[in-house]
């Protein structure tokens, strides 16, 4: 027999692992003649059933421990092995009924059964510890390194030269050498570390955002070092198990690709201006119901105004459409309104609804602020306004640092592409605060992430299924966690960065100049100022630091002294040990020295106070908030069982939901060509997305589009398409809108143009024209009447009464909070801009965009709500912005038309309601004014006012007229 050396090593590699199966068959025998097996039935199992099957049986068993028997208490639970063999004292189930923590209530163990149980325990021999052994490898230990190890020892930081990524680098270890000793954990420095509490470092915990293994975590390290610390074999993609999916779930409407139909044919053809109203008028005619009559001229521009821009015409746009009697005449105004830089500011609202657009993170008592997040406000402004196609657009949001390599060159395309991806950072992060980033709240932000595209681009509720498989989709845990695992390339829960940490430090030149130049005086002020307080306060921080060092040992003080004359990057290790361990003792911070030195506290004060307010001025370094992807390696994605971030389970791969697959190409990620530095996860994610027979993505968006026109979706659940959603009133009608926009290359304003020239848009919305047949409008035989969304009404406002900024792009307008609680935006010297580019807070929102139902970002918001309380008549009339409206609007109609009573209320009407007065309407305006003015006469000779009483007295009674008409329902209400 012969044999080469290869096949010697794989030999010896079979018998290192059945070594392990040798106790099994020479199972020890007790002194009583019972093996360990026969101890457990006679004497520990009638325990376990007397006091501990009920939360440990065989029925949903609580922390998933199951104590029926030795192989399954030597498994444990989500805490790691429940004993040690041949060693009670280490064992978590005796410690458990030691301390009276197990069981729970009056059950407690007696001491006849904990003594029975430590001695069941202390007897477990070589064949129970091979059972523990067996089936352990990297697997099981993998979590345990990413969740306690790998952020000083990973990709980001290899502190000592030691990375605890892979097997490879655990043995080959640091620059102490190797880190373990298969078989032998006492001898593997790794384990030794970690049994001395040295790892994690104590001083460190709090630093990273760690906490030190469990009990339950460093058996388990033990016992994969004892086992011979084998890895896993490699992934088979073959083997994945998962939610078995029928062909009830292939076959439900929203998995299945959207499909043209034919346009019906309808009785009413005459009616038919494009295929949305013979779909509409096939189901109208069969219930014995047509179209409403067509809105008036006025009504349909405001309409279309209010739908595309968000704002009424000008009195001026009201006067050219009326005076254009050419057949055309809306379809061009349509045209104009779709070429207006203010239609991508009202319809990027909608998105940023979606996207959970927010400029603070909100979380808790804070509202850090985002310095850059507005880059993405206007990347979606810009994107809407060229109609850039909705599938780019999802691909640049979704993967827009993958698209370009930002590390080679800068451009203004490239700085847009990395903007887009803000997108995906919207979600609330606490995690730049220690005590907000554990390795659960980092996990929520990709939850939150996840739900947000979830809702937004495919109409799922995805959320459902991170604790366990979705109870009514045939969506499966896995499923989640894979879709996770496309993000965790950039959002890495255990190599983490937190949100200031989250900026590219890239930017236009220009602007990167322009900024310099600024702060230049405002640093040099700063420099001075820090200057001056640092040299008058260097004689008091020296003695504190004297002061504390001369309570330490004689030769510890010299250390340190020795410690702070050395250059940093010239420090030894002892010496890089001891800045970290007396880092307080060190440094002597100014609120420090104003503790031990009372009489500084003025001054530090008035420096403090100074110093803030300069920094104010300054403004921020260019940057890009994004996200972009960490590499190629990073770290490994697993369920979590029941949403548990410490509770890790299967090990994932990036994937998509297994239900949307058929008929879609592979999710296959590619990484771009010529880098290096990107995993190309989800790039492959956006173009899956975006295939033109994806069976969400189009009917998602056109059904969104739809709502914002009529008021209601044809499928009125727009976040969820799924069996607890609504199906389709109109399926056919969702599926050809869907096949329709695809090829018309995604464009939005396409869809727009369609939906806006239709028979159906232009209905009125008077109710009561068809009798009861449809009650509530489900079928569309008239149009809805809506309120004003509250950015609309707020810009409407302001444009209405000429106080609207117009000046587009840029930081967000801060908001203060007057003396009587109201939070109103700071204007500019030319009013007030539009809603959107003021500053939305979490914690400090704008009190009239809030009781007018703005929307609180809890990840997005998909379908608003629209209210009618008191407290929103009540701001109307004694609010801010009201009363200062008004009174302005009324100054410039008396500009205007002095002296002319009737062109000012004229003028009043075709500003506020886009129509002139009736005559009764004109006639009860100026009895009203002539009343007011009296009053207000009166109200100035009594106060003495030194002002022109009766031109003052005008003035004031029509800022009320003006105040009453901005205030009316006919204003807030789109008809």
Known sequence: MTCNSGNVLAFLRVCRRLIWLVPLFFAPVSATGETAPDVFESSILPIIENKCVTCHGESAPQAELDLRAPASILKGGKSGPAVVPGSADRSLLLDKVVSGAMPPGDAALSREEVAAIRGWIDRLGQAEAALAHAGISEKDVLPIFLMRCVVCHGKRAQEGGLDLRTLAGRLRGGKSGPALVPGDPDASLLFQRIVREEMPPADLLFKYRVRPPSTGEVETVRRWIAAGALADPPHDPGQDSDRPLTDEDRQFWSFRSPESPPVPGVGQGALVRNPIDAFLLEKLEAHGLSFSPEADRLTLLRRAYLDLIGMPPTASQVRGYLADESPDAYERMIEELLDSPRYGERWAQHWLDVAGYADTEGIKHADHFRPQAWRYRDYVIRSLNRDKPYDRFLVEQLAGDELADYKKEVTPAVLELLAATGFLRLASDPTDSPSNASLAEKMDVIHDEIQVLGSSVMGLTMGCARCHDHKYDPISQKDYYRLSAVFQSAYDPYDWLDPTQR????????????????????????????????????????????????????????????????????????????????????????????????????????????????????????????????????????????????????????????????????????????????????????????????????????????????????????????????????????????????????????????????????????????????????????????????????????????????????????????????????????GWRRAIYTQKRRLMRMTFLDLFDAPQMAPNCTERI????????????????????????????????????????????????????TPEEMQMTLESLSGLAEKWTRHLESEQDEAPRRTTAHWSALASVSHALLTSSEFSYID
């Open 866 to 917: 629209s209210s009618n309380v008191a407290p929103q008549a009540l701001q109307l009339m004694n609010g801010f912005l009201a009363r200062k409206l008004s009174r302005h609007l009324a100054g410039r109609l008396v500009d205007a038309h002095p002296g002319r009573a009737e062109d000012q209320v004229r003028e009043l009407y075709l500003r506020v309601l886009t129509r002139t007065p």
């Open 503 to 830: 900026y590219l430090d890239v930017g236009d030149p220009k602007e990167i100049e322009e900024t310099k130049r600024f702060n230049a005086p405002i640093r040099e002020e700063i420099d001075q100022l820090e200057s001056a307080w640092k040299t008058k306060t260097e004689p008091l921080r020296n003695q504190v630091l004297e002061s504390r060092l001369a309570a330490l040992p004689e030769a510890l003080r010299q250390d340190l002294k020795a410690l702070l004359k050395t250059p940093e990057d010239q420090r030894s290790t002892v010496q890089k040990y001891l800045q970290r361990r007396f880092q307080r003792t060190l440094k002597v911070t100014d609120r420090g020295l104003v503790r031990e030195n009372e009489e500084l506290k003025p001054q530090f004060e008035e420096y403090n106070k100074s110093l803030g307010e300069l920094k104010k001025k300054l403004k921020p370094k260019p940057a890009v908030r994004a996200l972009f992807d960490m590499g190629s390696e990073g770290s490994p994605t697993y369920v979590l069982r029941r949403g548990n971030a410490e509770t890790i389970g299967e090990r994932v791969y990036p994937g998509v939901p297994a239900v949307l697959r058929a008929g879609l190409p592979e999710y296959d990620p590619e990484i771009p060509s010529g880098r290096t530095d990107t995993t190309g996860y989800r790039l492959a994610l956006a173009r899956w997305l975006t295939h033109p027979d994806h069976p969400l993505t189009s009917r998602v968006l056109v059904n969104r589009v739809w709502m914002h026109h009529f008021g209601r979706g044809i499928v009125s659940t727009p976040a969820d398409f799924g069996r607890t959603g609504a199906r389709p009133s109109h399926p056919e009608l969702l599926d050809w809108l869907a096949t329709w926009f695809v090829d018309q290359d995604w464009s939005l304003k396409s869809l727009h143009r369609l939906m806006m020239t239709s028979t159906a848009y232009r209905q009125s919305s008077r109710r009561g024209l068809q009798g009861d047949a449809d009650p509530e409008g489900h079928l569309w035989s008239r149009m809805s009447m809506r309120r004003m969304q509250a950015e609309v009404l707020y810009d409407s406002m302001l444009r209405a009464t000429g106080r609207l900024d117009p000046e587009p792009f840029g930081p967000a307008d801060a908001v203060e909070k007057m003396e009587d609680g109201e939070v109103i935006a700071q204007g500019t010297k030319n």
